[in-house]
């Protein structure tokens, strides 16, 4: 790893940062976007429970699953992919940095019979983003309704534990299974926008699940 010192890293990051800001400057705040959220730190990051998996606070042991996924061309093709290993690292720091710097972010997902990194799902918001409902596994791990079991658990905590008042979020034109997940999360398009990236998507809001208590 080629190590770089606090000012050149700094001058990097702050690079990297116009991008999205000067798309931001050029669009209507009040119409397209809520601000970012100014709650406190949480002092821990929730663990959840599903029947087969548990949403853990990621970490350095997520790395390999992190390198897999966005480093392959497929895989992460609706999430920015691929990236080199570096920006993989990145972004798992990003999410890692998250629930510190905003009180929510994403969980990785474990499987509870052997604890092995599958994906992530959870809540995601950049810089002159909307916040959104978020998830991706391994490509050998789709297709089981992880990613709905996920997602239910997601959504139930921020309705019933951190007391939101609506969870959404929004889909790729030409991402199918996220769009059909998002169906079967009962998701009701109530949106069509404009992005920072200068595409427009859908937004969906997505509803306490069935059978969750009041």
């Keep these: 790893m080629r190590w770089v010192t606090c000012a050149a890293a700094a001058a990097k990051l702050t690079a990297a940062a116009t991008v999205p800001l000067q798309w931001w400057k050029g669009m209507n705040s009040v119409r397209y976007f809520r601000p970012m959220d100014a709650r406190p730190a949480p002092t821990h990051v929730p663990t959840l429970q599903t029947d087969r998996l548990e949403l853990v606070p990621p970490d ?7 390198q897999r ?37 994403v969980w990785a997902l474990q499987m509870r019979h052997d604890q092995t990194v599958v994906g992530v ?53 030409h991402n199918l299974p996220a769009r ?21 998507r859908h937004v969906y809001h997505l509803p306490r699940p069935a059978g969750s208590p009041a």
Excluded: M
């Excluded at 490509?139 to 996920?150: Q, S």
């Design 69 to 105: 996924f966005y480093t392959d061309a497929e895989a992460s093709a609706a999430y920015g992919g691929p990236l080199n290993p570096a920006a993989a690292w990145a972004r798992l720091a990003f999410d890692v940095g998250a629930w510190s710097l905003q009180g929510f972010g």
């Design 60 to 66: 350095r042991r997520c790395d390999d699953a992190y």
């Design 121 to 173: 799902c959870g809540y995601w918001q950049g810089r002159g983003w909307p916040r959104e409902l978020t998830w991706w596994l391994l490509p050998e791990h789709r297709g089981r309704g992880l990613a709905l079991e996920a997602s239910r658990a997601a959504i139930e905590h921020a309705y019933g534990v951190w007391g939101w008042q609506a969870v959404e979020t929004y889909t790729n034109d």
């Design 180 to 200: 059909a997940l998002v169906a079967r999360l009962g998701g009701v398009r109530i949106d069509r926008r404009l992005f920072p990236d200068g595409d427009e």
